[in-house]
């Protein structure tokens, strides 16, 4: 569950958010489709503690978000970004050092899983073989997707993570977003998470 209790927050003299709640209960899917400059991203530094609100209250999961508990807040999201922020080096290499430690110990990577998980999104075990600079921007944001299914979190956050991707594989994602079970929050532009009816659009 996150909450966000009487939100203010302004940069530069600019307010973004005034009084501004929202809860996304746990196990929701909910859309951020406001228009460019409104404060997504803000909103998004916000629930991951990048970002302290000038006035009111976060809460991850009942505990309030504060600098004491801050890493344990954080260790329950699995955020993706629309450019998938990974190391250049070998992506095999990267997957195995990413579940290697000991803060994803919960997860649910297996070789088996992960080939699995990479057939649902039609990424080719080739990719496994690239260093992460040869991957398309397409490759990228499913091997994120990927990544974030098999962290187990509880909460993902996910930032325009279908934007370089064609139709077919944005309702993919789109339907393993809306039959998970974890708690999803979705920034996107893209008008075709709005057909989907298990998820819950929020714009200001």
């Known amino acids: 569950m996150i909450k966000m209790d009487k939100i203010d927050l302004a940069f530069d003299g600019r307010v973004l958010f005034s009084d501004f709640s929202l809860t996304v209960e746990k196990g929701e899917k909910v859309l951020i489709s406001s228009p460019s400059g409104t ?26 978000l504060s600098r004491k508990t801050l890493a344990a807040c954080r260790g329950k999201i699995c955020y993706v970004s629309q450019d998938v922020d990974l190391r250049n080096e070998g992506v095999a290499d990267l997957i195995t050092e990413i579940f290697s430690y000991r803060s994803n110990r ?18 080719d075990q080739r990719v496994l073989k690239k260093t992460v600079s040869q991957l398309s ?23 325009e993570v279908t934007s370089a991707l064609d139709e077919t594989l944005k309702q993919r994602v789109i339907q393993a977003m809306a039959d998970s079970d974890r708690t999803v929050v979705i920034i996107s532009h893209d008008d075709l998470w709005n057909a989907s009816g298990a998820i819950r659009r929020v714009a200001w």
């Open 39 to 64: 404060g997504k991203s803000s909103l998004v530094k916000m629930m991951l503690g990048f970002v302290r609100p000038d006035r009111g209250r976060i809460v991850i999961d009942d505990q309030v």
């Open 106 to 123: 919960e997860s649910l990577y297996t070789p088996g899983a992960l080939a699995r998980e990479m057939e649902l999104f039609d990424l």
């Open 137 to 159: 921007g397409g490759e990228r944001q499913r091997l994120g997707v990927i990544i974030c299914r098999l962290l187990n979190r509880q909460i993902w956050i996910l930032d």
